[in-house]
């Protein structure tokens, strides 16, 4: 709020306690995520606040007053003069309405609205006072005496003063103004951690103002003098008496006083007090009116918050805030997308085994690094020439230049730039799309041969049990919940059997003399596992993504569980369980099936992870392509002759559909990065620190009132991941990797089932198990690969000595790093690569032993590296090679450890003497006269020691 405060302030906005006039009508509506208030915070004044917001943050003694303001008693027109009537007072401002919907309030704090005090009437002038009469009265004359007889002679007094002239009325004092009303003060939240106050007073009615008091009267006219007489009839010899004069008396008494003028006659009563509103605190849930008053532009804006949250790795507060957005835009037809959002992303937020991104962390990129960051800098070029572009709109804004010109300027350049990015976004939609397609059908044929595998299983297992505690339905039930897979083969509800089978289990293991191991760490988390895989469909529309009925770390988990490396001793654990007394070539098909079941088990989760992933990405496209979509019509609204009009919602709708496109590139970018330092992790197997916490977005959120400026934080974070780079550059320069061949082979002994697969379906699966590698042979990666199937029986002489194979490596990959442990990654399926063999050309090593002791190194029976039978599987850089038919451009190199999908095509419409070229095997090949595969392998590792990171001391001993 401190922040609100000063950009109002900054554009002339007063907030003084005391007014000379009425305040403007100015009304606050605040729509932000977290609003906070620190400190004493004042905006007095404003008719009204509304704030939405998911929640308010006070901290300890802070206080938000919108009280009324005050009167200033220079608002009176005219000075106190004497005997002017005062101005009447003012009536106080009432206080604002305030009304704040949040979910959360955190924090002690104090919210004020009380209504202003009246102003009190001005004091009525005092009246003029009177002036003396400082006339004199005429004195008396000589002839007073003289005109009376000697026998009547008496003095005469002086004429009196007449009385003075009355004083000037006093004016009457100004009528007192009332109190204003106290503010209104509702605040709707969820949830309170803390203390609110509200406060919310009336304002008093002001104290009488003072009458003026009537001029004092003036005094008198001053009085004159008498004569004094005298007979003087007494006096000898006189002949002729007379009364005589003898002089004059001193002056008659003055005139009195004038009276005082009228006084001021104004009532003495004050003001009236303002009445007392309601304040209330409700604590509940928002209702549906309230939800729906919450603006499309702040739920994006919250959207982009929580993004921030995310990448700052903030994933508490993260989950908050998507939950409240998620509340806030159920049911909202005009934020169904943003609904969607917020679902899609909470069903992964603080999930074990998912990024920030809600993308398995298992999953590593299978675009080359050097691809990957060609995107990154694409996506970097046009973002930076965006942000410019708006940055120059904002500058000419704020200098208040023709709106619609502006932004027609704008439209023009940014409009390359969002429709660059919408292209870029649709064609990945669309490979997602595709992709999701493929590992839809996959897990759908997966499910066929695992239910063809249980058949099987449930069969073999009556032929070899004993009586054991543990019988087949036990071992069917905890077979299913190792692999999170409900079978349509077995009878029975197995979530009733699988509680008691896995209690049985758990104490069979530590009875029995059992292998230990593998089993027991799984058995806790089979029902949580058969849960989710029973649940699991792939979703018709990827934005629905939803997980609330099941727990989505099932899948990260049955993935670490490495079924298909640990196949062998979870096979062992189980059949012993059974307690079985026959044979061990008995249970040999048993075992085969149970292992094959694993595998098929173990891709199955890693095709569900994938598509999941998927379902994730393609869910973020659906929200971002409209989004900017949007943009594009605002832009070309923009540049048409009769622009766009130029109001506030205008001028803020058209900055919001910039800032939210600008915000997604942001996002772009940054997953981009994160692919790319995931890229950087499988290549190097270096675990080194994500950049993305590190990255603060100065952009968006700072828009509305700043420039956007993110494109520093983003170069920083790309030249973070390129030094990197430069120092993983320097040290493999330095440590060079070494290049083998080796070869693995399989028969119908050890691995019947495998062959039966084969020979009925035309495809199946095997596996190169890291545990058979040598200790000290690191990151070891496959560059070539090659396959022959041969077998005792004889193919018709019809069929050609070609035979066409199909082969690609599942998604697991494992790796020895440079401590000595492994790394497990997954990789999105592979496309198949295309091979074939020759059938009369089989290797053999004791033949080439033969063959090179003559002397000869172009044996057929010998395969050596340069050998043209090897076919490429990556671009790998000690070659020169190019990998032609992979998905999504040029592909990192995965391990050679890991399971592998082999079909044989063949085309039962195919003639065997069809003369043109083929891709496929024609009709008349025999799938069940193979017995034995060999698999050549190419790759490329280092030796003995591999450098764990950019410290290492193999490659600081290089390093300057």
Same mark, same amino acid.
């Given at each position: 709020m401190n922040y609100l405060k000063e950009q109002l302030e900054a554009k002339g906005v007063n907030f003084d306690a005391a007014r000379l006039a009425d305040p403007p009508e100015l009304s606050i509506e605040v729509q932000a995520d977290t609003v906070y208030i620190q400190g004493p915070v004042k905006l007095l004044g404003i008719r009204s606040l509304k704030i939405f917001t998911r929640a308010v943050i006070g901290g300890a003694g802070s206080e938000l007053d919108v009280s009324a303001p005050i009167w200033s008693d220079g608002v009176y027109t005219n000075r106190v003069t004497t005997g002017r009537d005062g101005d009447?007072?003012?009536?106080?401002?009432?206080?604002?309405?305030?009304?704040?919907?949040?979910?959360?309030?955190?924090?002690?704090?104090?919210?004020?609205?009380?209504?202003?005090? $009246?102003?009190?009437?001005?004091?009525?002038?005092?009246?003029?006072?009177?002036?003396?009469?400082?006339?004199?009265?005429?004195?008396?004359?000589?002839? =007073? /005496?003289?005109?009376?007889?000697?026998?009547?002679?008496?003095?005469?007094?002086?004429?009196?003063?007449?009385?003075?002239?009355?004083?000037?009325?006093?004016?009457?004092?100004?009528?007192?103004?009332?109190?204003?009303?106290?503010?209104?003060?509702?605040?709707?939240?969820?949830?309170?951690? $803390?203390?609110?106050?509200?406060?919310?007073?009336?304002?008093?009615?002001?104290?009488?103002?003072?009458?003026?008091?009537?001029?004092?009267?003036?005094?008198?006219?001053?009085?004159?003098?008498?004569?004094?007489?005298?007979?003087?009839?007494?006096?000898?010899?006189?002949?002729?008496?007379?009364?005589?004069?003898?002089?004059?008396?001193?002056?008659?008494?003055?005139?009195?006083?004038?009276?005082?003028?009228?006084?001021g006659n104004t009532p003495n009563t004050p003001g009236s007090d303002g009445s007392v509103s309601t304040t209330s605190v409700q604590s509940r849930d928002l209702d549906a009116a309230t939800?729906?008053?919450?603006?499309?532009?702040?739920?994006?804006? #919250?959207?982009?918050?929580?993004?921030?949250?995310l990448w700052a790795n903030d994933l508490t507060t993260a989950r908050k805030v998507l939950t409240f957005l998620k509340q806030v835009s159920a049911d909202r037809e005009d934020a169904r997308?943003?609904?969607?959002?917020?679902?899609?992303?909470?069903?992964?937020?603080?999930?074990?085994?998912?990024?920030?991104?809600?993308?398995?962390?298992?999953?590593?990129?299978? #675009?080359?690094?050097?691809?990957?960051?060609?995107? !990154? =800098?694409?996506?970097? =070029?046009?973002?930076?020439?965006? =942000?410019?572009?708006?940055?120059?709109?904002?500058?000419?804004?704020?200098? *208040?230049?023709?709106?619609?010109?502006?932004?027609?300027?704008?439209?023009?350049?940014?409009?390359?730039?969002?429709?660059?990015?919408?292209?870029?976004?649709? *064609?990945?939609?669309?490979?997602?799309?595709?992709?999701?397609?493929?590992?839809?059908?996959? &897990?759908?044929?997966?499910?066929?041969?695992?239910?063809?595998?249980?058949?099987?299983?449930?069969?073999? #297992?009556?032929?070899?049990?004993?009586?054991?505690?543990?019988?087949?339905?036990?071992?069917?039930? !905890?077979?299913?919940?190792?692999?999170?897979?409900?079978?349509?083969?077995?009878?029975?509800?197995?979530?009733?059997?699988?509680?008691?089978?896995?209690?049985?289990?758990?104490?069979?293991?530590?009875?029995?003399?059992?292998?230990?191991?593998?089993?027991?760490?799984?058995?806790q988390s089979m029902h949580k596992w058969l849960t989710f895989g029973n649940s699991y469909n792939p979703l018709e529309d990827s934005s629905d993504l939803d997980f609330d009925q099941v727990d989505i770390e099932s899948v990260p988990e049955m993935m670490q569980a490495n079924l298909e490396i640990n196949k062998e001793s979870l096979t062992a654990q189980l059949v012993c369980l059974l307690e079985v007394n026959s044979r061990e070539q008995d249970v040999a098909q048993l075992k085969q099936y149970i292992e094959q079941f694993f595998i098929s088990g173990s891709?199955?989760?890693?095709? #569900?992870?994938? /598509? &999941?992933?998927?379902?994730?990405? &393609?869910? $973020?496209?659906?929200?971002? &392509?409209?989004?900017?979509?949007?943009?594009?019509?605002?832009?070309?609204?923009?540049?048409?002759?009769?622009?766009?009009s130029d109001t506030e919602e205008v001028r803020l709708q058209f900055l919001e559909h910039l800032l939210s496109t600008y915000q997604e590139m942001e996002g772009s970018f940054m997953k981009e990065v994160y692919e790319l330092y995931k890229g950087f992790r499988f290549r190097t197997l270096w675990e080194t620190d994500d950049p993305l916490p590190q990255f603060q977005r100065v952009a968006s959120e700072g828009a509305q009132g700043g420039r956007l400026n993110a494109i520093v934080e983003l170069t920083n974070v790309l030249t973070s991941i390129q030094s990197l780079e430069a120092d993983a550059v320097t040290c493999f320069s330095n440590n060079r990797p070494s290049t083998g061949i080796q070869r693995w082979s399989f028969n119908t002994t050890t691995h019947e089932s495998m062959f039966n697969e084969l020979r009925k379906s035309g495809s199946s699966r095997f596996t190169l198990n890291i545990k058979n590698t040598c200790p000290t042979c690191f990151n070891v990666r496959l560059e070539k690969l090659y396959i022959e199937l041969k077998g005792q029986d004889d193919q018709p002489e019809s069929v050609p000595d070609t035979v066409h194979l199909q082969v690609r490596h599942l998604s697991a990959s494992f790796f020895r790093n440079g401590d000595g442990n492994i790394n497990e990654y997954r990789q999105p399926l592979g496309s198949f690569r295309k091979m074939k063999f020759r059938r009369f050309a089989i290797s053999d090593e004791t033949k080439c032993r033969k063959e090179e002791r003559k002397g000869n190194r172009n044996s057929i029976y010998c395969v050596y590296p340069s050998d043209g039978r090897l076919q490429l599987m990556c671009n790998q850089p000690t070659s020169q090679g190019v990998c032609t038919d992979s998905l999504l451009g040029e592909e990192e190199c995965r391990s050679p450890y890991g399971t592998y999908e082999l079909v044989i095509p063949v085309d039962n419409d195919l003639s065997c003497d069809h003369p043109g070229m083929t891709n496929k095997n024609c009709q008349d090949l025999q799938l069940s006269s193979f017995d034995t595969m060999n698999v050549w392998a190419l790759f490329y590792y280092w030796s003995d020691a591999y450098p764990s990171g950019r410290d290492h001391q193999l490659c600081q001993q290089h390093a300057g």
């Open positions: 009447d007072g003012k009536d106080g401002f009432n206080g604002p309405t305030v009304e704040i919907f949040a979910d959360e309030i955190q924090g002690a704090f104090r919210i004020i609205a009380n209504g202003g005090d $009246g102003l009190r009437g001005q004091n009525g002038g005092n009246g003029v006072p009177e002036e003396n009469n400082n006339e004199k009265e005429a004195d008396k004359k000589s002839s =007073e /005496c003289t005109k009376q007889s000697a026998t009547n002679c008496l003095s005469k007094a002086g004429q009196p003063g007449v009385k003075g002239r009355p004083g000037g009325n006093a004016g009457n004092s100004g009528t007192s103004g009332d109190g204003g009303d106290s503010g209104t003060l509702t605040v709707l939240v969820a949830r309170v951690d $803390g203390n609110v106050e509200l406060r919310s007073c009336k304002g008093s009615g002001a104290q009488p103002g003072t009458n003026g008091r009537g001029g004092q009267g003036g005094l008198g006219s001053i009085g004159g003098k008498g004569v004094k007489c005298y007979s003087n009839m007494w006096e000898p010899a006189q002949r002729h008496p007379q009364c005589v004069y003898k002089g004059q008396t001193g002056n008659a008494a003055r005139g009195p006083r004038g009276n005082s003028g009228r006084s939800k729906l008053a919450y603006p499309v532009t702040l739920l994006r804006l #919250i959207k982009r918050h929580s993004e921030d949250l997308d943003i609904y969607k959002e917020a679902k899609r992303k909470l069903a992964f937020v603080g999930k074990e085994g998912f990024d920030m991104f809600g993308n398995n962390v298992l999953f590593a990129p299978r #675009i080359e690094w050097e691809v990957l960051l060609t995107v !990154v =800098e694409d996506i970097k =070029e046009y973002a930076t020439d965006y =942000e410019k572009s708006y940055n120059n709109m904002r500058e000419l804004i704020e200098a *208040e230049e023709d709106f619609q010109q502006l932004a027609a300027k704008m439209s023009s350049v940014a409009e390359i730039q969002v429709q660059a990015e919408r292209d870029r976004l649709v *064609e990945a939609r669309n490979i997602a799309q595709s992709e999701k397609a493929l590992y839809a059908r996959a &897990i759908g044929q997966l499910e066929d041969e695992m239910d063809n595998i249980v058949r099987h299983i449930e069969s073999d #297992i009556a032929g070899v049990i004993s009586a054991s505690q543990f019988n087949v339905e036990d071992f069917l039930a !905890v077979l299913q919940g190792t692999v999170g897979f409900v079978s349509g083969a077995v009878s029975g509800e197995i979530f009733e059997l699988l509680g008691p089978a896995v209690e049985l289990a758990t104490d069979l293991s530590s009875k029995l003399t059992c292998p230990t191991g593998s089993l027991e760490e799984v058995l891709t199955r989760i890693d095709l #569900i992870g994938k /598509c &999941i992933d998927l379902d994730n990405e &393609i869910g $973020g496209y659906n929200f971002d &392509i409209p989004l900017l979509e949007e943009t594009q019509l605002s832009l070309t609204s923009a540049k048409q002759p009769q622009g766009i």
